[in-house]
């Protein structure tokens, strides 16, 4: 088989095994232990083995576990709850009143959850109803909903950024950083719209509640107050330089369990139920990032890194047009694979070309996420889409239809960035 039928075998196997309903991770090991038998000279057993092994015994990968238990205790207590009390009175007088609620509440959410999909969840759960109780259109809930809980991607602490900064070998720490303020902007982009289909549809927005006396307002803050102090102890280890991410995740773990104790949420079963959670998140993200692993290796044996850092090179790209090139390769990707999925094997082969057209591999990885977040948005593997299914019951077309204006704001926040890059590098580079 000719050098170039190779990599369509290994597309077409991924496929095929994808759409037989096999599990993502399997897949991807499977794709990778065949390709090694019939292409190259390399047993696949040890050689899989020993990347797996390789990837997963990383101690920076340690992180991912505990800000998934984290996330699991958040929602065992009532602290989503608290966000809406804490948030309604300061937003319910904007225009599209408490629509609002759920970028805001999805910014805060994914401070101390890492999660896209947690982040929907929770947030959906809190806010939705109240949406509808109060006669919100189902459309522009789901799909502000659908776009803000993204930001679990992107605003650390972030898991898919762990993934990212150990397959780029960029320091986390330093990554978180530069997440930080595109994931502000982006909060502010989803508002901005929510506040202009509003301004379009006046009658489709309910009437705004009575105004609300200004220290009723700051009295109602104190409910942010335990996620507030989660934020700062997380986030503050980090860019003091006190902890590093792994050491940082352990603060939020214990901080968590602090705030269900104090509430008094926290007993044996929300324990163990909180732990059994986190462990089936993560062994399903491990076996992907093992799966994954051992197709980077079998695509470093078929030489197609190389050959692809070569195909790009001839083609002269300037570094905007490479950009654009890598932003329809991962919307594209991102419509059949899973974020974490998508980064893992992508990462390792773009870097060079990346490095060599002089991006910043740190703008590079919250372009990356951004990115990433489209897809997670995207049918049919997008997996927001999935969350807000189980909770809506409508059909996932419809879903992807409402969201769709979403993608659009995140493409102007992808804009922005390359126009002024200073958004995401200025923060990393106050660290030293």
Request: hydrophobic share 60%; net charge neutral.
């Amino acid at each position: 088989m000719t050098e170039l039928l190779q990599p369509l075998f290994v597309v077409a196997l991924l496929l095929a095994l994808l759409a037989g309903g096999l599990w993502i991770g399997l897949a991807l090991i499977a794709v990778a232990a065949v390709t090694l038998e019939l292409f190259t000279p390399r047993a696949a057993g040890d050689a899989l083995a020993m990347a797996v092994w390789g990837y997963l015994s990383s101690w920076t990968l340690t992180a991912l576990p505990l800000f998934l238990w984290m996330g699991t205790i958040l929602s065992k207590t009532r602290i989503a709850e608290a966000l809406f009390a804490g948030l309604s009175p300061w937003i319910g007088r904007l225009p599209g009143g408490l629509l609002h609620a759920n970028t805001l509440g999805s910014t805060v959410f994914a401070a101390v959850s890492g999660s896209s999909a947690a982040t929907c969840a929770t947030v959906g759960r809190m806010t939705l109803p109240e949406l509808a109780r109060r006669g919100y259109p189902d459309s522009i809930a789901v799909g502000t909903l659908a776009g803000a809980s993204t930001l679990g991607l992107l605003i650390p602490p972030s898991i898919i950024m762990i993934v990212y900064g150990v397959a780029a070998e960029v320091s986390i720490p330093k990554l978180f950083a530069a997440g930080l303020l595109p994931g502000l902007m982006l909060a502010a982009l989803f508002m901005g719209y929510t506040a202009l289909w509003a301004l379009r549809h006046p009658g489709a927005i309910p009437a705004a509640d009575p105004p609300v006396e200004f220290l009723t307002r700051v009295r109602a803050l104190r409910q942010l107050t335990p996620i507030a102090l989660l934020m700062a102890a997380v986030l503050g280890s980090i860019y003091s330089g006190i902890a590093t991410a792994t050491e940082a995740a352990a603060i939020g773990v214990l901080g968590a369990l602090a705030l269900a104790g104090v509430e008094g949420s926290l007993d044996w079963r929300s324990f163990t139920e909180s732990l059994n959670a986190a462990c089936r998140q993560f062994s399903a993200i491990a076996l992907i990032l093992a799966g994954a692993a051992g197709l980077t290796l079998t695509m470093g044996y078929l030489g197609l890194p190389r050959d692809l850092a070569a195909a790009i090179s001839a083609l002269e790209l300037s570094p905007w047009q490479l950009i654009a090139a890598l932003l329809g390769f991962y919307v594209v990707l991102g419509c059949f694979l899973d974020g974490i999925s998508v980064v893992v094997l992508t990462v390792s082969i773009i870097m060079p070309t990346v490095a060599a057209a002089g991006i910043d591999p740190l703008w590079f990885g919250v372009f990356t996420v951004i990115a990433v977040e489209m897809a997670q948005i995207t049918p049919p593997v997008g997996f927001n889409l999935f969350v807000l299914q189980g909770m809506t019951g409508r059909e996932l077309p419809w879903i992807a239809r409402v969201a769709a204006p979403m993608c659009l704001v995140m493409l102007c926040a992808i804009l922005l960035l390359w126009w002024f890059p200073q958004i995401a590098l200025w923060l990393p580079a106050q660290m030293g």
